[in-house]
C-alpha cells in the first residue's frame, strides 16, 4: 500500500507535468520550434493512402545547437509501427568510434491498405531531458517517385544520417529482376539492401543487415531478386551510407583519444542511381545450357569421324600393300642384330615374371620387381653414356611397369574421392550461409552476370565448367582405346609393339584424364561461392595437371627411372601445402617469401642434378665435396665443357627462369600466391615442351599431321583462353565492394560472362594439350628404340 501511494507522486515528478502541446501539421511545411524538459510537441499529421498507389513519406530533422547530453527524441507514431531515433544521432564505426549527426531524413513504411482509399493518421513527438531549450527544424514531406519503374534509372542522395529507400513491384509475367545501384563516387562506402515489404525497415547502419539481402558497394552493386521470395510480390531497395570506408577497402582512420571521444565524420554524401531491370527467363536458361553441351559433344563427334576416318585410311593401305602390316625381312634382321648387340643385353620374357605376378591386380612396387639383370655399376655405365637411347631405358619388364604407372590413377582416383567429398560439403553450407544471411559480402560473384538455379546463386558459373569433366572423360575413352589396342597387338606379338617406338605406359595418362574431369568438379565447387577460404579448391588439380603432364613428358624417353606415384604425389602435396600456406601467411611477409624462394631455389637446383646425372647420384654427407671436386676438375684445371649439352641447356634456361620467379615473388610478393605457384609450374611445363619439341626436330624425328594440328589448334584456344582469363571479373584479393568494381555484363547468350569463356576454352586447350601429349611421338611407332635418341 506504501508503494501504491507513492506512485502517482513519483509519476509526476517524471513526466506528468510536463506541458503538451498537439499541432495539426501539414506536409511540405518547415516548422521552427524549440524544446524543453518541461514540454512536449506533438505534431499531427494525416494524408490519403490509395490501394493502386504507393507514396512515401519523408521525416528531415535539423537541431540547430549542440545537445550531446541531452539529444532531442523524435518518436513517430504511425498505422502498425513505430519509429523513434535521437538527434544528433551517434553513429559508431570500427573501434567504436562514434560520429554525431545533427541532421536527419527518415522515410516512413508504408502499411499495406485493403480498402480503394483511406485516411490514416501519424504523429511526430519532440521531446527531451535538457532544461534549456533547444532549437529544431521538422518537416515532413512526401517523397517523388517513390514506387522504381522498370528498366528506368532513377538518381537521388543519401548520406549514414540520410538513408534511402524505394519500392518494387514485380510487373506480371516478370519472376525475376536484377537490381543495379551505381555511384560515380568510390567512396563514402555504401550498402544496398533488399527487403521485403514490412514495418519497421531497417535503413541505418548498425541494423541494415538484420533482415533481406546486403551487400556493400563503393562504384557498382548489382542483386538478383527472385518474386518467389517476396509473398507480397514486391520489396524495398534500401541504400545506407556507411559511417566508414574500412568494409570497402578504405583508409583506416586515426583513433579516438579518448572513449568517449566525438569525431566529425565530414561530407559523407553520395549520389546514386538505381535501375531494375527484368532478368533473363527460363528459354535463356534452356539455351544456355544446350548451347554448353553442343560444344562438348561435338568433340565426341569429331572424335569418332577422325577415328572412321583413321580407320578407313588404314584398311586401305592395309589392302594396297603386298606386306600387309608385318615388318619385312630386312627389317626383322635390323631388328635382331641390333637386339643382339644392345650391351649383350637380351630383355626377359613376360612369362619369366611368375604366372602369380602377372595376373595379380594389386599395386606393384618397382623396388621389389626390378627386373635388370645389371648391378648398380652396370646402371652406372648405362645412364652416363654421352648418348642415350630409349632402349637404354626401356629395360624393364613392361608388365611391371605399367603396373607401376597405373598406381598413378588409382592414386588419383582415392586422392580425388577424399578431397572431393568435404569440399562439396562445404560449399553446400557456404551456399546455405548465403541464402540464409543474405550476406552477399561472402561470395565474390559477378553479380552483373550471376543467374540463380535453385540454391545456386550463380549457376552458369557452375555450367561453364561441364567441359572439363566431358572433356576429361573422351580423353579417358581415347586413351582406353589406344591401351585396348596396345595390348592386343603385344598378345598377337606384333614386333612393332614390342621392340619399336616409345614404350606405350597408359597409367599417366589416366590419371591425367581423371584431374581434368576432377579440376571441372571442384572448380564448379569453388564457383558455387568463390572467396578467399576456398580458392585452393580450383587450383589444387591443376597443380596436379603441371605435374602430371611433365611427368609424362620426361616419362616417355626415360620409363624406367621416372619417378614413382608416391614421390610424385608427396612433392604435389608438399606444392598444396605451401599453396595453402602463402593464402594465409604470405600476403605482405617477408620471412614466408624468403624461406619460399629459399626452398624454391634449392628444389630447382637438386632437381636439376637430378635430370642431369639420371639419378645416378649421391645426395650425402660428401655431396659438397664432390661438387668442388667437380668445379675443379671440369672448370678450373682443364675447362672442359659439359658432358650432356642438350641437357645442360634446358637445364640452365629452366633455372634462369625459375631464379627469375623466385626473384620476382621476394621483390613484388603478389597477392594470389596460388596463382603466382600455377605461374611457376606452368612456366617449367611450357620450357620443358619447348624444349621437348626442339630436340625431337633435332634428332630426325617428325610431327606427323595429327599432332601438329593439335598443336597449333591448342595453342590458338589457349591465346584466347587466357586474354579471356585476365579480364578478371572480381577479385578475392580486394573487399567485396572492390571486387564488385570489376563486375561486367554476360557477353555471350545473355547468359555467359568472360569467365565463362575462360572455362570452356581452357577446358578445350587443357584437352588439345593432352592430345599432343598422346600422339606426339606416334611417328616412332615403326622406328627401333636403339634409334630413338633420349633427351
Not at 151 to 157: A, I
Not at 428 to 455: M, S
Not at 710 to 718: D, E, G, K, R, S
Request: net charge neutral; with cysteine.
Amino acid at each position: 500500500m506504501l508503494m501504491l501511494a507513492q506512485l502517482p507522486s513519483s509519476l509526476e515528478a517524471v513526466g506528468e507535468t510536463k506541458n503538451v502541446v498537439q499541432k495539426d501539421a501539414e506536409f511540405d511545411v518547415t516548422y521552427n520550434d524549440t524544446v524543453t524538459s518541461e514540454n512536449q510537441t506533438i505534431y499531427a499529421f494525416n494524408h490519403t493512402v490509395s490501394r493502386n498507389k504507393t507514396e512515401g513519406v519523408r521525416v528531415s530533422v535539423d537541431v540547430l545547437s549542440q545537445g550531446f547530453e541531452s539529444p532531442i527524441l523524435f518518436v513517430v507514431r504511425q498505422k502498425q509501427a513505430v519509429l523513434s531515433f535521437q538527434v544528433p544521432l551517434i553513429l559508431r564505426g570500427l573501434y567504436q568510434r562514434k560520429y554525431p549527426y545533427n541532421h536527419l531524413g527518415r522515410t516512413l513504411c508504408q502499411p499495406p491498405t485493403r480498402a480503394a482509399s483511406e485516411t490514416q493518421y501519424f504523429f511526430v513527438d519532440v521531446s527531451t531531458l535538457s532544461s534549456q531549450g533547444t532549437n529544431y527544424q521538422l518537416r515532413v514531406s512526401r517523397v517523388e517517385s517513390f514506387t522504381l519503374q522498370t528498366d528506368k534509372k532513377f538518381s537521388f542522395t543519401a548520406s549514414p544520417s540520410q538513408p534511402q529507400y524505394f519500392k518494387y513491384v514485380f510487373p506480371d509475367g516478370v519472376d525475376t529482376v536484377i537490381v543495379k545501384v551505381n555511384s560515380d563516387m568510390t567512396f563514402p562506402c555504401s550498402v544496398m539492401s533488399v527487403q521485403d515489404i514490412q514495418c519497421p525497415v531497417y535503413d541505418l547502419d548498425n541494423n541494415v543487415a538484420f533482415i533481406g539481402m546486403y551487400q556493400t558497394m563503393t562504384k557498382k552493386g548489382a542483386i538478383t531478386v527472385q518474386r518467389k521470395d517476396f509473398p507480397s510480390n514486391s520489396f524495398y531497395v534500401v541504400v545506407v551510407v556507411k559511417t566508414e570506408d574500412e568494409a570497402c577497402g578504405g583508409p583506416l582512420r586515426f583513433y579516438p583519444l579518448r572513449p568517449d571521444e566525438l569525431i566529425d565524420a565530414g561530407n559523407r554524401t553520395k549520389v546514386i542511381d538505381v535501375v531494375v531491370s527484368p532478368a533473363i527467363n527460363s528459354e535463356v536458361y534452356v539455351m544456355g545450357m544446350l548451347f554448353c553441351l553442343g560444344i562438348f559433344l561435338s568433340f565426341y563427334l569429331l572424335t569418332l569421324l577422325v577415328a572412321f576416318f583413321t580407320n578407313f585410311c588404314f584398311w586401305l593401305c592395309l589392302c594396297s600393300s603386298d606386306n600387309g602390316s608385318t615388318l619385312s625381312s630386312e627389317a626383322i634382321t635390323d631388328s635382331a642384330t641390333s637386339t643382339d648387340n644392345n650391351y649383350g643385353y637380351m630383355e626377359r620374357s613376360l612369362e619369366s615374371v611368375g604366372r602369380s605376378r602377372q595376373e595379380s591386380l594389386s599395386s606393384v612396387e618397382e623396388d621389389d620387381y626390378d627386373t635388370l639383370d645389371d648391378i648398380d655399376s652396370d646402371k652406372n655405365i648405362v645412364r652416363t653414356k654421352k648418348f642415350l637411347c630409349v632402349s637404354d631405358l626401356a629395360r624393364k619388364d613392361k608388365r611391371i611397369l605399367s603396373k607401376k604407372y597405373q598406381i598413378y590413377f588409382w592414386n588419383i582416383a582415392t586422392i580425388a574421392v577424399f578431397y572431393a567429398l568435404p569440399v562439396i560439403q562445404l560449399v553446400i553450407t557456404y551456399q546455405t550461409v548465403v541464402n540464409v544471411t543474405g550476406n552477399q559480402d561472402i561470395c565474390f560473384y559477378n553479380f552483373l552476370c550471376a543467374h540463380p538455379l535453385g540454391a545456386l546463386s550463380a549457376f552458369n558459373n557452375l555450367l561453364s565448367n561441364l567441359g572439363y569433366v566431358m572433356l576429361g572423360l573422351l580423353f579417358l575413352l581415347i586413351v582406353l582405346k589406344r591401351d585396348i589396342v596396345h595390348n592386343r597387338a603385344l598378345v598377337r606379338n606384333d614386333l612393332n609393339a614390342l621392340e619399336c617406338g616409345i614404350p606405350k605406359h597408359f597409367g599417366l595418362f589416366y590419371a591425367m584424364g581423371t584431374a581434368l574431369m576432377m579440376e571441372g568438379l571442384l572448380s564448379a565447387c569453388y564457383h558455387v561461392c568463390p572467396n578467399y577460404t576456398n580458392f585452393q579448391f580450383d587450383t589444387s588439380f591443376m597443380y596436379m595437371i603441371a605435374g602430371l603432364c611433365m611427368l609424362k613428358l620426361y616419362q616417355k624417353r626415360h620409363p624406367d627411372i621416372n619417378a614413382s606415384a608416391y614421390t610424385a604425389y608427396a612433392c604435389l602435396a608438399a606444392v598444396i601445402f605451401f599453396s595453402v600456406l602463402g593464402v594465409v601467411f604470405g600476403k605482405g611477409n617477408m620471412v614466408f617469401w624468403i624461406v619460399f624462394s629459399v626452398i624454391h631455389i634449392l628444389a630447382t637446383l637438386l632437381l636439376s642434378t637430378q635430370l642431369y646425372y639420371m639419378g645416378r647420384w649421391r645426395f650425402d654427407s660428401g655431396v659438397l665435396r664432390r661438387i668442388v671436386y667437380v668445379i675443379y676438375t671440369d672448370c678450373i684445371r682443364q675447362c672442359s665443357g659439359p658432358m650432356y649439352i642438350d641437357r645442360m641447356v634446358l637445364l640452365v634456361m629452366g633455372n634462369i627462369v625459375n631464379w627469375s620467379l623466385a626473384a620476382y615473388g621476394l621483390i613484388e610478393r603478389p597477392n594470389d600466391f596460388a596463382s603466382y605457384l600455377l605461374a611457376i609450374a606452368i612456366c617449367n611445363l611450357l620450357l620443358y615442351f619447348a624444349f621437348y619439341i626442339i630436340m625431337k626436330l633435332r634428332s630426325g624425328e617428325r610431327i606427323k599431321c595429327l599432332p601438329l594440328v593439335c598443336i597449333l589448334f591448342t595453342a590458338v584456344v589457349w591465346g584466347f583462353a587466357l586474354y579471356f582469363f585476365f579480364q578478371g571479373l572480381s577479385t578475392w584479393q580486394k573487399t567485396p565492394a572492390e571486387s564488385r568494381e570489376h563486375n561486367r555484363d554476360c557477353i555471350l547468350l545473355s547468359f555467359f560472362d568472360d569467365h565463362d569463356i575462360w572455362h570452356f576454352l581452357s577446358s578445350i586447350a587443357m584437352f588439345g594439350s593432352f592430345l599432343v601429349l598422346l600422339t606426339m611421338d606416334d611417328d616412332l611407332d615403326t622406328v627401333q628404340r636403339d634409334k630413338i635418341f633420349v633427351f
